[in-house]
C-alpha cells in the first residue's frame, strides 16, 4: 500500500508557494495515476501543526520554530506509515521536510536491520549549516542535519545522530553549490553526480555508478525535489538552475531506481503551483512519480531504456 502524506509547508523556503504544492499534485491527479498502474493508495491528508512562533530564526537557522514542528509531524506519519508496511509518499513542500522523512526512515531501517540507500535528486546539495548558507533557509540544510551538523532537535529527530552517513547517499542531477557548502561536501566525500559529469559521460553511467551497491532487501528512499530538471521543462520551482535534467533524461532515471525493487518511500517536494499557472509541472511531477513507483515497469517504461541506449 502506498500512504500520500501532505506536508503544506514552505517555511524552509527562500519564498512562499511550496505549501501549495501538495493540492497541486492530488489536482494533477497523483492518486488516480498511482492507482491506475495498479498500485493501492489511500491518502492520509494533509499534516497540520501546533502554532508556532513564525519567523523567528534561531542560531542563524530561519523560520526555525515552524521547520522544526513541520518536521515532527512528518516523522510520526511517516513512522506510522513504515510500521503497517506501506510505502510512504510525502507530498511537499520544501525540502527541509526531508529531514522528517528520512529521520523516520533511518529509525525504521535500524529495527528491522536492514540497509538504507538514500538518492537525492536535486539541483542543489542541500548540504549547508547556518555557518555557511548564504540565506539561512532551512531547505538548503537537510543532508547536513541528516549526517549529524546542525542543532540537536533535528540532528536526533530519529533518536540517534546522525541518521545518515555520506556514504549511504548519492547525489544527481546537482548544478548549485554555495562555496563554503562546496567544502564541506568534499570534506564529507559526499557522493554527488553533478549535472557536469551526466553531461559529459552520460545518463546510462550515472545511473550505473548511482545504483552500483544496491542489493537486494536495501530499502531505497528516493528524495525527489522536482528543481533537478530544467526549468524550461518544469518551471513551477522556488528556487530554478539552468542546465537541469531534460523529461527523457529523468524517465530513464526513474525506471533504473524501479527496476531495483527496492523503493521503501519517496519524497516530493519543491513544485511551487504559484510560478507555473498553467499546471504543466504538478502534472510531470505525478508522471515522474508513476514511472518511479510502477510496479511493471518492464512493459510501461521500456521507452525509456531505448531512449537512453539511443541518446548514447
Not at 508557494?17 to 501538495?22: E, H, Q, R, Y
Not at 532551512?138 to 540537536?152: E, F, K, N, R, V
Not at 546537482?174 to 561536501?185: G, L, Q
Amino acid at each position: 500500500m502506498i500512504s500520500l502524506i501532505g506536508a503544506p509547508c514552505d517555511a524552509g523556503a527562500n519564498m512562499a508557494g511550496a505549501a501549495l504544492g501538495p493540492y497541486a499534485l492530488r489536482r494533477a491527479g497523483v492518486q488516480q495515476g498511482l492507482q491506475k498502474i495498479g498500485c493501492k493508495v489511500i491518502d492520509r491528508g494533509d499534516l497540520k501543526i501546533p502554532t508556532s512562533e513564525p519567523h523567528v530564526e534561531v542560531q542563524g537557522y530561519r523560520n526555525f520554530h515552524e521547520v522544526l514542528a513541520w518536521n515532527r509531524a512528518v516523522y510520526a506519519e511517516v513512522a506510522a506509515a513504515l510500521n503497517v508496511g506501506d510505502i510512504p509518499i510525502l507530498l511537499g513542500g520544501d525540502h527541509s521536510l526531508a529531514m522528517g522523512s528520512i529521520s523516520a526512515v533511518a529509525s525504521n531501517c535500524q529495527r528491522q536491520n536492514k540497509e538504507l540507500r538514500v538518492l537525492w535528486l536535486d539541483a542543489h546539495a542541500d548540504f549547508n549549516t547556518a555557518n555557511t548558507s548564504i540565506t539561512g533557509n532551512m531547505h538548503g540544510m537537510p543532508l547536513t542535519a541528516l549526517c549529524g551538523q546542525g542543532p540537536s532537535e533535528l540532528t536526533e529527530l530519529a533518536g540517534f545522530s546522525p541518521a545518515l552517513r555520506a556514504s549511504q547517499i548519492r547525489l544527481l542531477g546537482v548544478r548549485s553549490v554555495d562555496p563554503e557548502e562546496r567544502r564541506a561536501v568534499r570534506r564529507a566525500a559526499l557522493p554527488m553526480l553533478t549535472m557536469r559529469h551526466i553531461q559529459g559521460r552520460g545518463i546510462i553511467q550515472a545511473m550505473n555508478i548511482a545504483l552500483s551497491d544496491i542489493e537486494p532487501g536495501t530499502h531505497l528512499h528516493v528524495s525527489f525535489d522536482v528543481d533537478c530538471l530544467d526549468p524550461l521543462v518544469l518551471p513551477g520551482v522556488s528556487t530554478p538552475e539552468d542546465g537541469g535534467l531534460q523529461l527523457d533524461s529523468l524517465r530513464y532515471c526513474m525506471a533504473r531506481i524501479a527496476q531495483t525493487g527496492c523503493v521503501g518511500s519517496v519524497d516530493l517536494v519543491e513544485l511551487n503551483p504559484a510560478a507555473d499557472p498553467t499546471g504543466s509541472s504538478a502534472q510531470r511531477a505525478v508522471e515522474l512519480l508513476t514511472v518511479l513507483l510502477n510496479p511493471h515497469w518492464e512493459r510501461h517504461v521500456q521507452r525509456s531504456f531505448d531512449w537512453a541506449e539511443h541518446a548514447g
